[in-house]
């Protein structure tokens, strides 16, 4: 008989098909099981909610807004104090919430993250990730599943991240971001100025299918968006207008640049400032030296610049 543990599984799906019950029924079956998964339907379709669910599945509707909105949602229907956020294309090991659960008692602060198993690649396992260029692209560290305890890292991605519920819902949950992509990017540089942990658990396992095509049509307009706030909340200067300049050759750039400067950044951004524990140089420098390098110091040679390779032991 399965254990349970004090876990809501939050899962944010629009238009999974068949991939959703997958996923609902590879976390059922693992050893502890969630006291409860909770399903956000962000607006789907296609049917894919509308089946008889196993009682500790809780099924919310919203509009079709995107990810960061879903998982804020579900965070605030959770009923437990662990929440982990899991994508609706997912397998879990049986043994995969034993880690987590460990890092999180060990560092209550600290977003933490599983290895991931690219599922049409199995021989290819990430745990962590970091920055790769200045539209926070983000690559995963390859890491040995044999790896013990928890190990330091530069992004958790949120295909799956775990944290405690109650500091995720004081921290304001994921940003204001519409579409997909990059509330993780922004979650994880809030998390480090702020001084908390960003963990990868190497002996926690989660299969992810990475699909080659949307199963909608992408916006680019919200992703791009994603960024540019992403850019105003966290850099300034030269970064920020490397950032920038990256974006502008976009053609919707100019849309996407005036929807995100009409919105109340500037004193969200002020407040991180002058309320950071770790500073946003810091961490390039550790974690993503190649996307934002540091400015050159006058008589010191650009050899000099130390990089980071990848996940760090504790």
């Known amino acids: 008989m399965s254990l349970s543990a004090p876990v809501s599984v939050v899962i944010s799906s629009f238009q999974e098909g068949a991939a959703l019950a997958e996923t609902v029924s590879s976390v059922s079956r693992a050893n502890p099981v969630p006291r409860e998964i909770v399903i956000v339907d962000d607006g789907s379709t296609d049917g894919s909610t509308e089946r008889a669910w196993p009682l500790r599945v809780t099924v919310v509707r919203q509009q079709h807004i995107g990810i960061a909105a879903a998982r804020n949602r579900g965070a605030c229907e959770a009923t437990q104090p662990t929440l982990v956020f899991l994508d609706a294309h997912c397998t879990v090991d049986d043994l995969w919430l034993e880690p987590i659960l460990h890092a999180l008692t060990e560092d209550p602060d600290a977003l933490v993250g599983p290895a991931v198993r690219d599922a049409d690649h199995p021989r ?15 690559r995963w560290c390859q890491v040995a599943t044999t790896e013990r305890g928890a190990v330091d890292v530069g992004l ?6 775990a944290v405690r519920r109650d500091r995720f819902l004081r921290s304001g949950g994921f940003g204001p971001f519409t579409g997909f992509g990059i509330e993780d990017v922004e979650l994880g540089l809030r998390w480090w100025r702020a001084g908390y942990p960003l963990l990868g658990a190497p002996g926690s396992v989660v299969t992810h299918r990475f699909r080659a095509r949307p199963r909608q049509r992408p916006d680019h307009q919200a992703w791009l968006q994603n960024i540019l706030r992403t850019a105003l909340l966290h850099l300034s200067g030269e970064q920020l207008r490397a950032c920038v300049t990256a974006c502008a050759r976009f053609w919707y750039f100019s849309t996407a640049i005036a929807t995100v400067l009409s919105e109340p950044w500037m004193a969200t951004h002020r407040r991180m400032s ?12 550790q974690w993503a030296p190649r996307a934002f390098p540091p400015p050159p110091i006058a008589g010191s040679p650009s050899s000099a610049r130390r990089e980071s390779t990848g996940f760090r032991r504790r």
């Open 156 to 161: 958790v991605p949120g295909g799956c991240l």
């Open 124 to 138: 290819y396992v990430g745990c962590g990730a970091q920055i790769v260029d200045t539209l926070f692209t983000y």
């Open 274 to 285: 002058d309320t950071e524990v770790r500073t946003v140089a810091a961490y390039f420098d």
